[in-house]
């Protein structure tokens, strides 16, 4: 006998209407700020916590040292956006002085004014030379966000004109943060010229924050005609001093007995002597307060393998636990400078060195674990230019290539002296970095490769 099937009546049938689920589109290039905060687990002991909170992705309750440029970059926005006008900011400074992070505190406060009904609304883009994978996708970004709607780069570029050439009196003021603004120059310059000349153009309501590493960028990279729409609003943001670095970490840390203060006081003397930069301060202080971690469990294990052994033991008190001191900042330090691999790179020629910069950049940008030859050239002799660098011939390249392989830094496919040739790094990514960071120029080269693959 067949099972009867249960029917849902015909009159709930009609009387429940039927839709097709909504495809919906990305949204990432409308979030208002690109939250980095660090996705993990509860910190428990005040060791985790002091490692969440010193990650350079965190993002802290307050932005300390920055209040003068804040409240500039704030004063500017503001009075755009209020009147409705067009507006570029060129703010430059050398990495880990709190560029963006200082833009990004500025939107916040905005947004959060615009919700009380204290500044008139706006819309917030956020535009990553890291992230893109070639200059005129900004278009194609930007249109994204005002409008939902994905077309091809050339389309976008009408249709951006299109808008920013027509009166709209009720569309919305737009921010635009251009981030690693290093990374958009073209041969051409076309996509940074259109960029900082539609600000200018009456019906645009377009405000453009660009950031980039280097001060005078405008006239050293670009040409005359896109330098001039950079010079309307300069703020340069100064290395960290000594003083400024202290009160940086210390506010990572409150509420958080890990560290002694004069291991603070070290770690920011020796990088205020060097670079000002707060990432690497709060690296340097993230590895002690590992080190230090270790050490604990390795304390505890100890504690309850020997309660194990002796049972009818006591064990006596817990000991009191480790603190952070000079001893440990500066092991942190050593450690993070005394791979022989490090050394192995510090001691290579600058065009060794930016050979590995240039594979670096394309494994990271492609997601691959090797790439040609002929796309490191491609990418070698693009820094040169970049840089005021002479740029070496393609033979002189390949002769570069094959002495890193022998000296073991890469690993070069046997049987081919070609472009087509495929080429790893041998090394790990970090030691580099960790190699090259102390040289301005090559510092400046690794702030701007792009984000390495999750």
């Known amino acids: 006998m067949k099972k009867r099937v249960p029917t849902v009546p015909r009159k709930l049938i009609r009387g429940t209407k039927q839709t097709t689920p909504r495809r919906t589109r990305p949204t990432t290039t409308k979030v208002p700020i690109t939250q980095r905060a660090v996705l993990a687990a509860t910190p428990k002991t005040d060791f985790e916590h002091a490692r969440s909170r010193l990650h350079v992705k965190a993002v802290p309750d307050s932005l300390p040292c920055r209040e003068d440029e804040f409240l500039e970059i704030q004063g500017h926005l503001e009075e755009a956006i209020e009147e409705g006008t067009g507006a570029c900011i060129y703010i430059s400074g050398v990495p880990g002085t709190g560029k963006t992070a200082t833009v990004h505190e500025v939107i916040r406060s905005l947004q959060a004014k615009a919700e009380e009904g204290e500044v008139s609304p706006f819309q917030f883009v956020e535009i990553n030379g890291m992230k893109v994978t070639e200059p005129s996708y900004a278009y194609v970004l930007l249109w994204m966000a005002l409008s939902d709607q994905k077309v091809t780069a050339n389309h976008a570029l009408q249709l951006l004109e299109k808008q920013f050439s027509t009166p709209g009196p009720r569309r919305l003021p737009c921010v635009v943060l251009m981030d690693e603004l290093d990374l958009l120059v073209t041969a051409k310059q076309t996509v940074m010229y259109n960029f900082f000349e539609w600000p200018n153009w009456l019906h645009s309501r377009l405000i453009v924050v660009a950031v980039a590493n280097t001060m005078d960028l405008p006239e050293r990279m670009l040409s005359n005609k896109v330098s001039s729409r950079l010079g309307l609003t300069r703020i340069n943001f100064q290395p960290y001093t000594y003083q400024q670095l202290v009160k940086i970490v210390e506010s990572r840390l409150e509420g958080i007995k890990t560290f002694k203060k ?5 770690t920011a003397r020796k990088v205020g002597a060097v670079s000002g930069d707060a990432r690497r301060a709060l690296d340097i202080c993230r590895r002690a307060v590992e080190i230090v971690e270790t050490n604990t469990l390795r304390v505890e294990e100890q504690r309850r393998k020997s309660a194990l052994k002796n049972p009818f033991e006591d064990p006596g008190p817990a000991p009191e636990p480790e603190q952070v001191t000079i001893r440990i900042v500066d092991q942190a330090i050593k450690e993070m400078f005394a791979s022989p691999n490090v050394r192995l790179i510090q001691t290579a020629s600058l065009h060794q060195k930016l050979f590995l910069v240039a594979l670096t950049s394309r494994l990271r940008r492609l997601g691959l674990a090797e ?67 102390v040289d301005p120029l090559f510092k400046r080269l690794l702030d701007t490769l792009p984000s390495a693959p999750a």
Do not use: Y
């Not at 004069?262 to 070290?266: D, G, K, P, T, W």
């Open 371 to 437: 790439v040609e030859f002929s796309e490191i050239a491609h990418t070698h002799l693009q820094l040169c230019r970049l840089h005021n660098i002479d740029p070496p011939i393609l033979s002189d390249l390949s002769t570069i290539c094959a002495s890193l392989g022998s000296s073991r830094c890469l690993l070069v496919e046997s049987g081919k002296q070609d472009i087509r040739q495929r080429v790893r790094l041998n090394v790990s990514e970090e030691d580099v970095i960790m190699a090259l960071k």
């Open 262 to 266: 004069e291991a603070i006081e070290f």
